[in-house]
């Protein structure tokens, strides 16, 4: 039997929090030498209905997998948190069909900004384009 997402109400979510990550992000030439502590977060929007009934992990939106796109796109230095959330979420969109909606917030720790800061996050939506 083929389930059908039919309406938003039935899209479940998955979260992997807290993802920590090293990773050499930033405009300023310290940032890139020096690296930096990151977390990630990914929230995504799926018809879990199907997985529900199989028990299959081919039926769902594996974690692992959420996880590793995460590491491997955080490796890749860039200036701006803005685009290793765009790369993130293309990749979730491209690897998983089962994505309706994806979030990425990535928050760098103790950012160098001349006060004390515990934390600057940006966060990024996507949906699904049909």
Known sequence: MQYICKKQTDLGIIKV???????????????????????????????????????????TVDYVLL??????????????L??????VLKRIFDESNLVKKATVSISKLNPPIGGDVEMVTIKMTEKRKS
């Open 82 to 87: 803005e685009t290793v959330a765009k790369r």
């Open 17 to 59: 929090e807290n993802i920590r990550v090293y990773a050499y992000h930033g405009c300023l030439k310290e940032e890139t030498a020096i690296g930096s502590d990151y977390r990630v977060d990914v929230e995504v929007k799926a018809n879990l209905q199907q997985s529900a009934q199989t028990d299959e992990l081919s039926d």
């Open 67 to 80: 996880n590793k796109i995460v590491k491997e796109e955080m490796a890749i230095a860039s200036k701006l």
